[in-house]
């Protein structure tokens, strides 16, 4: 895989947090899966990501 920002040919760093995402002025918090460039610290996310994290969010606001 190719590093967007550095453009370097990487095996990126599988990480797991948390993000806050808000839906209609009230903050939803979200546990997200991200990639991370070892070499310029570049953290994303891929096509291939479980779930859209935006979506994961409003699934989560309609669930209350």
Not at 33 to 51: I, M, N, V
């Amino acid at each position: 895989m190719q590093c967007a920002r550095c453009e370097k040919e990487i095996a990126p760093e599988s990480l797991k947090g948390q993000e806050v995402i808000v839906i209609r002025k009230e903050p939803i918090t979200i546990d997200v899966e991200y990639y991370k460039c070892p070499e310029c610290g570049e953290e994303f996310l891929t096509p291939s990501s479980a779930k859209d994290p935006f979506r994961m969010a409003y699934e989560k606001y309609r669930d209350k």
